[in-house]
């Protein structure tokens, strides 16, 4: 379904000096050209597909501040035909906003196979290609995605901007949906937004993949203890209110945990109707940004077990914006 569509002209002669520095004097074929970004919705309250760009050429201050906006704006940024290598995706995701969240909680089962755990492995396959079995320890963490959740929700600084980059597609469904808490938040009638002021929440991650039964030992828990963040945020570019919750959600700070536990359930059931929900359904080289602050997200399910599915993920942290063009 189409929505309406907003246009913006980049005029990439801005990116003349930038261009000819880091391909050494090339005529670089987006030189000089007036490219046109333009945004089409995908749902009535969020989440736009954006073509007109090859990501790996934009390094002008321009273009990336235009996407910032389309950010602010869309929440979840869906790109086609972006084949980022794992260089080339580390690379845009530190231009586009800043530092990247290393400390992935999958660090703790295993070393990461691309050798740079800013890189995280969102797959169902070992470092020889092969389908992880059933019962697979590293296959939690992917299997997880499952739940409704928000990145490194459970860390300080948390997630801020999260780059999934589709390498390996499954012949069969294996979608990712998305939440707009913005417009879940501006759902909710006015006596629930004022009981909701002030109210902090514990985020763990040892909590979420304790309700799907997986166990962590002593020495992991204690590298995992979880973070605290407001349950209500105001999103410092766009001004707008957020719920922030996820799967990692594990209780409101000094409230009794039954009425706590039970309040974020009601909020998550509330957040996660259709009216608020974009599906993604992969392409190859599909690459999709979603601002964490703004959404929840989880991967549908299919059978992980006869296809292989591979995705590479780069998130960054929430630090003040250095950026804030
Ligand atoms: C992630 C994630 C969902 C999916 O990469 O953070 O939750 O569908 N992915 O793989
Ligand atoms: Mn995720």
């Known amino acids: 379904m189409r929505y309406a569509t907003r246009v913006f002209k980049v005029n990439f002669a801005a990116m003349k000096q930038v261009l000819i520095q880091s391909t050494s004097g090339d005529q670089h074929p987006l030189k000089g050209r007036t490219v046109t970004l333009a945004f089409h919705k995908l749902h009535p309250c969020f989440a736009a597909e954006v073509s007109g760009l090859d990501l790996r050429q934009v390094h002008d201050q321009e273009t990336l501040s235009l996407i910032r906006t389309g950010m602010d704006e869309h929440g979840v940024l869906v790109w086609r035909n ?18 990247l969240h290393a400390k992935t909680s999958v660090a703790v089962l ?10 995280t492995d969102i797959s169902n396959v070992n470092e020889s290609g092969q389908i992880l079995a059933a019962d697979d320890r590293r296959r ?4 997880s995605n499952r739940l409704w959740h928000t990145d490194a929700s459970f860390e300080d600084p948390a997630g801020r901007y999260s780059m999934l980059s589709a390498r390996v597609v499954p012949p069969v469904n294996a979608d ?23 109210l902090r929440v514990h985020h763990s ?16 828990k204690d590298k995992l203890k979880g973070a605290v963040h407001p349950l209500v945020r105001t999103i410092p570019r766009s001004q707008r209110r957020s719920l922030y ?12 945990v039954p009425e706590g536990r039970l309040l974020l359930r009601d909020l998550m059931e509330h957040a996660t109707q259709p009216q608020f929900v974009y599906r993604h359904v992969w392409r190859q080289d ?14 549908r399910s299919f059978d992980d077990q006869k296809h292989r599915r591979e995705l590479r993920r780069t998130t960054t942290l929430d630090l003040p914006l250095a950026s804030a063009a």
Not at 140 to 143: A, D, R
Not at 205 to 220: D, H, K, N, P, T
């Open 205 to 220: 991650i040892a909590y979420s993949r304790q309700v799907l039964g997986f166990e962590f030992s002593q020495e992991e």
């Open 140 to 143: 939690m963490s992917t299997i």
């Open 245 to 256: 919750l996820a799967s990692h959600a594990q209780q409101i700070m000094d409230w009794p």
């Open 286 to 299: 599909d690459f999709v940004i979603w601002d964490n602050r703004a959404t929840m997200h989880r991967a």
């Open 82 to 99: 972006q084949p980022f290598s794992n260089d080339e995706q580390l690379a845009f995701a530190e231009r586009f906003d800043g530092t």
């Open 110 to 119: 295993g070393k990461n196979r691309f050798g740079n755990e800013a890189l």
């Open 176 to 198: 990712t949906e998305f939440a707009d808490m913005r417009a879940a938040y501006d759902a909710l009638d006015a006596d629930m937004k004022a009981s909701l002021e002030g």
